[in-house]
């Protein structure tokens, strides 16, 4: 059975029709999440946390986040020949349906790790690995047909220059895919405007505020806003719990919407999962304010989880938090009764979803998470979730038993 049964671009599929949603390629990581630590240990000292979890991390954030919004997701990603290589390549491709088949096993290559510790609602992150054997260009070739691309801008790798490890993004646009990009952090604190030239291939654009502001030389979200619009047709800044802005030149619309108030316990893929929301919304030709509110509260889900790439919400996730909303309208105040004329577009969207599909499991590593591989449990419907006992591996490297084990606070 498909891990993901809700198809939100049914309506737009042809026999014609490119073959994937969403194309992707970059570095996966191992990640590994310790989370309710009480203080970072001191030199020399051992520090217990209170939950621990393990998955892939890197470029499997963004495949991670369109896939379970039912996106047709492929990835190219170098995957080494140890344990941690097959946790992920066997996560990706087994539990979230992401399609490898542009991706390849190196010998001797070891998979890069992440090991991420969350102290008071922040984190700090120690990183090893060695660049891949292989660029993502060479490793690709002639990218699968797909309706859009998400790459990362950078100085290093310009994108559309001649034998940048780019060029694959380029051939993807040749052939009709739409180029949706966003922008890292510049460590150097150059932030050089010549990354912006890249835009000229770009479809959209979807930094944050504080790197919108520094690569436009703006003071305000606002401004840079304006001045990405010059660049690219749709151009988004998010700006953390004050929502998100957005202009796009292709419908004439302008919108700003708040994000959803929550306690967020980890920020980790936030931004990833915003613009796998962005690229849905676009892709099924939805209204601009109606793009940034549902990118919006795709990230408010993932934040109130521990866990990185499988924090990310799917549809029943949505679904729940919608029939909640609907049901307090009344008796919630304004808040509340804002919140639902705000989202009263997913009144269309979300009565096709089953009740049950596609959900986080609320353990550490869960041995049965959802539907479709978990045995049926007696007395429940077989489209409704099924979360069991958690059942870690010790060596960080098992097989969960089901789809959507979510490395998540025990």
Known sequence: MSVQAYD????????????????????????????????????????WAEGMGSCPGGIANLAIATSRLGLRTSLAAAFGDDDYGDFCWRTLERQEAVDLSRSRRFEHWHSPV????????????????????????????SPPRSRAVIVSLSAEEPLGEPGSACN?????RREGSLIFADVGWDPSGVWSR???????????FMPNATEAMAYTGTDTPRDALYAIADKVPLAVVTDGANGAMAIDSTTGEEAFVPA??????????AGDVFGAGIVLGTLSHWPLADRLAFAGVCAALAVQQFGGSLAAPGWGDIADWWHEVRAAADHSGAYGSALARRYAFLDRLVPSVPVGAVRRAAATIARYADVGMAPPVPGKRADSNVTHPAGENPSGGGEPDAPRAPAQKE
């Open 260 to 269: 959803p108030r929550v306690t967020a316990l980890d920020p980790t893929g």
């Open 8 to 47: 939100p671009l049914a309506g737009e599929r042809t026999p014609e029709g490119p073959q994937f949603d969403v194309f992707l390629a970059g570095t996966v990581f191992l990640d590994i999440i310790f989370t309710g630590l009480p203080a970072m240990p001191a030199a020399g000292t051992e520090i």
């Open 168 to 172: 694959w993004a380029e051939l993807a």
């Open 194 to 204: 010549s990354v912006l030239d890249q835009l000229d291939v770009c479809h959209a």
């Open 114 to 141: 992440t090991v991420s510790m969350a102290v008071d609602r922040d984190r700090s992150m120690v990183t090893h690995g060695h660049p891949a054997p292989m660029t993502a260009s060479a490793m690709i070739g």
